[in-house]
C-alpha cells in the first residue's frame, strides 16, 4: 500500500513563495504518475501539476503553468512542490496523489490528507 502525508502549507503574501512536499511510502509503479491537486471552497477539485515516476513527462495547469514546479527526490521518498509568485487564487488545500495519469483525478489511487495554503492580498 501507498501512504502519503503531504507538508508544507501555510499563510503566505501574494508575491510570496512555498514549498509542499509529499512524503511517500510503498511502491512505486513506474509506468504512474504522481500528482497534486487543490479545492477551494466551494470550487472543485482540479489538478495543479503531474510528473511521470520516469521523471520525462510533466503537466501543469495553465493557470500555475511558470510559477509552479512538481519535482521528487527518489533517495527521500518525497514529491514537492515549488509555488512561486503566489496568488490569492492559489488559496486551497493541496493534495498529493499517486499511482494515476497526469492530471486525470479519476485515475488516481491513493490521496494524502492534504495541507492547507492560504495567500493573502
Known amino acids: 500500500q501507498v501512504q502519503l502525508v503531504e507538508s508544507g502549507g501555510g499563510s503566505v503574501q501574494a508575491g510570496g513563495s512555498l514549498r509542499l512536499s509529499c512524503a511517500h511510502s510503498?511502491?512505486?509503479?513506474?509506468?504512474?504518475?504522481m500528482a497534486w491537486f487543490r479545492q477551494a471552497p466551494g470550487k472543485e477539485r482540479e489538478g495543479v501539476a503531474a510528473?511521470?515516476?520516469?521523471?520525462?513527462?510533466?503537466f501543469y495547469a495553465e493557470s500555475v503553468n511558470g510559477r509552479f514546479s512538481i519535482s521528487r527526490d527518489n533517495a527521500k521518498n518525497t514529491l514537492y512542490l515549488q509555488m512561486n509568485s503566489l496568488k490569492p487564487e492559489d488559496t486551497a488545500i493541496y493534495y498529493c496523489?499517486?499511482?494515476?495519469?497526469?492530471?486525470?483525478?479519476?485515475?488516481?489511487?491513493?490521496w494524502g490528507q492534504g495541507t492547507q495554503v492560504t495567500v493573502s492580498s
Open positions: 496523489a499517486a499511482l494515476g495519469s497526469g492530471l486525470r483525478e479519476a485515475t488516481y489511487m491513493y
Open positions: 510503498g511502491n512505486i509503479v513506474d509506468n504512474s504518475y
Open positions: 510528473l511521470h515516476n520516469t521523471g520525462h513527462s510533466s
